[in-house]
């Protein structure tokens, strides 16, 4: 007897496709921007940049590293959002992170976020009360 189940084409095409864009995020994401075959800006709120240059080293770190991706926070399973938390001077800072995917003049949604040629990413990140 054979327990596998055989997803329709249509459906097993949007979670493969949504496997490539969290491969792609993820190389973004922990490069900082550095992986140039996946393009993008790294962006900082004012709350994140007014914290002390260790706290942003702390949250650059955490940023790069996070991997406890769930269906609450991941429901489309392509790694675009991360929340979590630092302390900073002794007291606890709640950030986001977000990942959003546009056209290459960074005008418009992408249209095809699993082709890097065509698409740009921008990874915010925010302390909590900010969003």
């Known amino acids: 007897m054979n327990d596998q189940t055989t997803l329709p084409a249509e459906e097993q095409a949007e979670i493969d496709r949504a496997?490539?864009?969290?491969?792609?995020n993820?190389?973004?994401?922990?490069?900082?921007?550095?992986?140039?075959?996946?393009?993008?800006?790294?962006?900082?709120?004012?709350?994140?940049?007014s914290l002390?240059?260790?706290?942003?080293?702390?949250?650059?770190r955490v940023v790069q590293t996070f991997d406890t991706f769930t269906e609450d926070n991941d429901p489309y399973g392509d790694h675009t959002f991360g929340a979590f938390e630092i302390t900073a001077v002794g007291e606890a800072?709640?950030?986001?992170?977000?990942?959003?995917?546009?056209d290459t003049d960074y005008t418009y949604g992408?249209?095809?976020?699993?082709?890097?040629?065509?698409t740009r990413r921008v990874l915010t990140v925010m302390q909590r009360h900010e969003y």
């Open 52 to 60: 002390s240059a260790g706290a942003q080293v702390q949250i650059m």
């Open 110 to 118: 992408s249209e095809t976020p699993e082709d890097t040629a065509a």
């Open 26 to 49: 993820d190389r973004f994401r922990k490069t900082w921007g550095a992986d140039f075959t996946v393009p993008g800006q790294i962006v900082v709120t004012r709350g994140v940049a």
């Open 93 to 102: 800072v709640k950030l986001f992170w977000k990942i959003d995917l546009y």
């Open 19 to 24: 496997a490539k864009i969290a491969e792609q």
